[in-house]
T-cell receptor, first 112, second 114 residues
Framework: KQEVTQIPAALSVPEGENLVLNCSFT??????LQWFRQDPGKGLTSLLL?????REQTSGRLNASLDKSSGRSTLYIAASQPGDSATYLC???????????FGKGTRLSVIA | DAGVIQSPRHEVTEMGQEVTLRCKPI?????LFWYRQTMMRGLELLIY????????DSGMPEDRFSAKMPNASFSTLKIQPSEPRDSAVYFC????????????FGSGTRLTVV
């Protein structure tokens, strides 16, 4: 059964800093991996979807990488801003092409 | 597209009452998922449908929980009778063409059972 772990659980950084959020998963036979953002009291917003054939995806200041062999994904945020403060969730299928299993998330605070 | 629409946004009910949560997926999406989020357990899959057919309901915690998808544009999650430990945020998500296109989530229903 897929297990998704995110480290660290919480992170506080000064504005402007580049940062990396880590995600690991136990079953590497996945079709894709998805990163989400969740603001307090809100729903989940999809940030990036990486297919198994890809190694990375970029959207603006965000870059997500996927290494299936090691069971890891990272989300890189460049030049962080206070508006980036939120919880970031990583999710991978249970196996192959099955529903997403979520990590507990990393709560990010960017201090102005 | 209006996205995945869930109702109500908030629900406060007394223990023992029936609760019905509703979800309208994105038009054209053929997969629908119900998740529950709590501080302790994070996001957990309750049940998912593919082409309106329930595929896996092993995440449904008890027989008090039931879900239906009578057509491609509507799904319900019912709790009867409700208990305080059911208090959580319930999310609905939909996807097109299997899982490869990613999920779109609704805004969730915050359920409080007193």
């Amino acid at each position: 059964k897929q297990e998704v772990t995110q480290i660290p659980a919480a992170l506080s950084v000064p504005e402007g800093e580049n940062l990396v959020l880590n995600c690991s998963f136990t079953d590497s036979a996945i079709y894709n991996l998805q990163w989400f953002r969740q603001d307090p009291g809100k729903g989940l917003t999809s940030l990036l979807l990486i297919q198994s054939s890809q190694r990375e995806q970029t959207s603006g200041r965000l870059n997500a990488s996927l290494d299936k062999s090691s069971g890891r994904s990272t989300l890189y945020i460049a030049a962080s801003q206070p508006g980036d403060s939120a919880t970031y969730l990583c999710a991978a299928p249970n196996s192959g092409n099955t529903p997403l299993v979520f990590g507990k998330g990393t709560r990010l605070s960017v201090i102005a | 597209d209006a996205g995945v629409i869930q109702s109500p946004r908030h629900e406060v009910t007394e223990m023992g009452q029936e609760v019905t949560l509703r979800c309208k997926p994105i038009s054209g999406h053929n997969s629908l998922f119900w998740y529950r989020q709590t501080m302790m357990r994070g996001l957990e899959l309750l049940i998912y449908f593919n082409n309106n057919v329930p595929i896996d309901d092993s995440g449904m915690p008890e027989d008090r929980f039931s879900a239906k998808m009578p057509n491609a544009s509507f799904s319900t999650l019912k709790i009867q009778p409700s208990e305080p430990r059911d208090s959580a945020v319930y999310f609905c998500a939909s996807s097109f063409g299997g899982w490869s296109d990613g999920y779109t989530f609704g805004s969730g229903t915050r359920l409080t059972v007193v």
